[in-house]
């Protein structure tokens, strides 16, 4: 019988599975993410930093929420066209330096348009950035390896967000300034880096690629597969905004202070960095339409234990860690890489529409949250979430049995990215998104990981 290597040298071996072979340039972008994501104090307790320190109510709170998404639906669309246009590197550092200047200035903002008007600008910017982040990761890595890419980017997001959500929970009991001045800080030091060590990453049109056909944003909106899976994508995303947003104000009115809150959200992270590997390998050869479903059901039921919680943060936990399971699943499977349904030179235009689905979560979400919360109560809004996940896992049932993905497997992690673009037995193949992913994150942290 052969004997297994020990623990060390496994780990020894996933990591230089995981992190091997990727250009300088691309982990000088993952240490600017992570840096940003450290400081990424502000979107996480804007809610209940305006409905606990200023005393604005619920529906308030929604609606600078939605201010903030509608910025970034905006953003979304105008800088998929930039960065294909002018170039990825000056879109992003453009961006980035933007978003740390209205994040210092939202700190100092009183009155409640005076706050709107610059959580809108937040949002804009914030969401600028993320087209220009996936193209530049798509131009600079080779495409076997673009979903390991990804998913570190993702990992560095989480990282971040782990620990900034809770250290912001102590930091909020000195005051909430200070939140917003370190995230700005944390934001224009990102913008440093990329300046200084990421070259423009945007490649040279072909001679082939000139002679094609023009691809315009109208070509990306025409193209049904990948509508549809961003479609399902927003339903998800609908759910994960209520994390940032009204989970914190029902966790406030249940008398959870802001350091459990920082902890109770910062598990989401934590557990991300820790599982994201392992059960991406474990994901390896397994329908690829089941494993979305189960991250729909997992996401949308997750979020529904939150109605059973009452005032105990334990059970707020759990609520967390069960819908983490859900992204954990949902992220990898997703990362089919929008690079590859796109042309190199639409990549911007693809990753923005990918986005915009997060982005219109991000507005639509808190808003119509924040009303639910407030006019039907907690156990209602837990409710529709779970709903709501239900109905997007009925949707890749339906989308799977169209294009015949309930055989599509999971591609291996040593070899991920092998997947054909346009396969028509995966229902990622219909409409895989960009990392985070963004995001998903940034997924499901779009409006956490300003």
């Known amino acids: 019988m052969p004997v297994a290597p020990p623990v060390p040298a496994r780990i020894r071996r996933v990591v230089r599975e995981t992190t091997g072979g990727l250009p300088r340039q691309f982990w000088w972008l993952w240490t600017s ?62 961006a980035q330096l933007g978003t740390a200047l209205f994040t210092a200035v939202l700190g100092f903002a009183d009155g409640p348009v005076a706050i709107a008007v610059v959580a809108f600008l937040v949002g804009f910017c914030n969401n600028a950035t993320r087209p220009a982040t996936s ?46 001045l370190l995230d700005a800080f944390s934001t224009l030091v990102c913008a440093v880096v990329i300046f200084v060590r990421i070259p423009e990453t945007k490649p040279a049109m072909t001679a082939a690629e000139a002679k094609e056909p023009a691809v315009g944003l109208g070509t990306v909106f025409r193209d049904g597969r990948f509508m549809s899976a961003v479609g399902l994508t927003l339903v998800l995303a609908l759910i994960f905004q209520q994390g940032s947003t009204t989970l914190a104000v029902d966790m406030g009115h249940a008398g959870i202070t802001s350091t459990e809150y920082g902890l109770v959200i910062g598990l989401n992270g934590l ?33 529904g234990l939150a109605a059973l919680a009452g005032s105990s943060a334990w059970v707020f936990a759990g609520s967390v860690a069960v819908w983490t399971i859900g992204e954990i699943l949902n992220a990898p499977t997703m990362m089919s890489l929008v690079s590859e349904l796109a042309p190199t030179h639409a990549r911007g235009r693809y990753q923005g529409v990918y ?21 039907a109560g907690p156990a209602v809004l837990w409710g529709v979430c779970a709903v709501l996940g239900s109905a997007a896992a009925l949707g890749y049932v339906v989308l799977g049995r169209r294009t015949g993905g309930a055989a599509g497997r999971a591609p291996r992690a040593e070899n991920v990215t092998e ?32």
Not at 355 to 375: C, I, M, N
Not at 425 to 447: F, L, N, R, S, Y
């Open 33 to 94: 993410t992570l840096i940003n994501k450290l400081g990424a104090f502000v979107v996480t307790f804007l809610a209940l930093y305006l409905t606990t320190e200023r005393g604005y109510s619920d529906s308030y709170a929604g609606l600078v929420a939605s201010l903030f998404g509608l910025g970034s639906a905006i953003a979304a669309i105008g800088a998929g066209v930039l960065t294909d246009r002018i170039g990825r590197r000056p879109t992003l550092v453009a």
């Open 135 to 180: 193209a530049i990761i798509a131009d600079l890595v080779p495409a076997e390896d673009r979903v390991r890419a990804y998913s570190l980017n993702f990992w560095a997001i989480n990282i971040g967000f782990g620990l900034s959500a809770a250290a912001a929970g102590l930091i909020a009991t000195h005051g909430y300034l200070t939140l917003f």
């Open 271 to 303: 557990l991300i960095v820790v599982l994201q590997i392992p059960l991406t390998r474990w994901m390896e050869g397994r329908s690829r339409t089941r494993l979305l479903i189960a991250s729909c059901l997992l996401t949308g039921w997750g979020f």
């Open 355 to 375: 986005s915009l689905s997060w982005a219109l979560a991000s507005f639509l979400g808190p808003g119509a949250g924040g009303v639910l919360l407030d006019r």
């Open 419 to 450: 997947v054909p673009a346009a396969a028509p037995t995966e229902v990622t193949g219909a409409g895989g998104g960009a990392g985070v992913a963004g995001a998903a994150a940034e997924a499901a942290k779009a409006p956490a990981g300003a």
